[in-house]
């Protein structure tokens, strides 16, 4: 059994992430892979550098599970970030939830990637053709319900 | 009295450190310890309205409470995932 919750400049498994979430009550898995890609807006990107505040990064990896393993019932979730400069094509992020039934493991899915990009302290400085740039997303809160009730949303839709 | 504070990505690069002992005479919330690193590092103020913050590894309010020794950390809006962060 691997750990539901990584921040690691490791390569990503796919498999290790599925293994975590293993087990006879699940009828379907989604897993959601995100990689590194070669533009952004107008840019050629040469390559990515992922800084985390890693031990609350870890935590609120955890905090996203417990709210969809809450939400969708019987789901088990895990993810992995990776961190530290990554190429093109290679894998940021790895979600995997089981579910009893299908539609749940996909809104649970599509949650957790909406929720990373709102409450998990990492930050991504693109290296592109001609100079650099950290892209700023969401200003950071567990707490905040709105956020919390629009992921559900967009999960939901 | 004196925090760690710890920063990151940008406004790490606009302090020109990551972590620093801060002290801050008379602070007693993360409203104050902001205030008292922007006056050492007030390249920092360019976040003032932007970042969110944490104590000792929980999400927090700029009118938390903090005490002696406490890691206080200040934080540009985040962009983990992939892809674009904007919709």
């Known amino acids: ?6 921040i690691t400049s490791a390569p990503l498994s796919v498999e290790a992430v599925l293994r975590a979430v293993e087990g006879p009550g699940a009828g379907a898995v989604a897993t959601f892979v995100g990689l590194v890609r070669d533009h952004n807006v107008g840019r050629k990107v040469l390559w990515l550098d992922y800084e985390a505040y890693e031990p609350l990064a870890e935590k609120a990896l955890g905090i996203i599970i417990a709210e969809a393993e809450a939400r969708w019932a019987g ?12 190429e ?9 939830v089981a579910t009893p039934h ?5 809104a649970a899915c ?7 990009k709102q409450i998990v302290p990492i930050w991504k400085h693109e290296h592109f053709e001609g100079g650099e740039v950290w892209i ?20 939901c839709a | 009295m004196r925090v760690n504070v710890k920063l990151f990505a940008r406004l790490r690069e606009l302090v020109g450190q990551g972590e620093l002992t801060l002290d801050a005479p008379g602070a007693t919330t993360v ?16 976040y003032a309205r932007s970042m969110s913050c944490a104590v000792n590894l929980n999400y927090a309010r700029m009118t938390t409470t903090v005490a002696d020794g406490d890691e206080v950390a200040f934080l540009p ?3 983990g995932g992939s892809g674009a962060a904007a919709r």
């Open chain 1, 1 to 6: 059994m691997t750990s539901a919750t990584a």
């Open chain 1, 75 to 86: 789901a088990r979730m895990a993810i992995h970030h990776r961190t530290g400069r990554l």
């Open chain 1, 88 to 96: 093109i094509g290679e894998a940021s992020v790895v979600i995997a």
């Open chain 1, 102 to 106: 299908r539609a749940d493991a996909f």
């Open chain 1, 110 to 116: 599509r949650y957790a990637i909406e929720r990373i």
């Open chain 1, 136 to 155: 700023e997303g969401a200003t950071a809160d567990a707490h905040d319900e709105a956020a919390r009730e629009a992921a559900l949303k967009i999960a």
């Open chain 2, 31 to 46: 409203a104050d310890v902001w205030a008292a690193l922007v006056a050492a590092h007030p390249a920092a103020d360019a």
């Open chain 2, 77 to 79: 809006p985040v962009s």
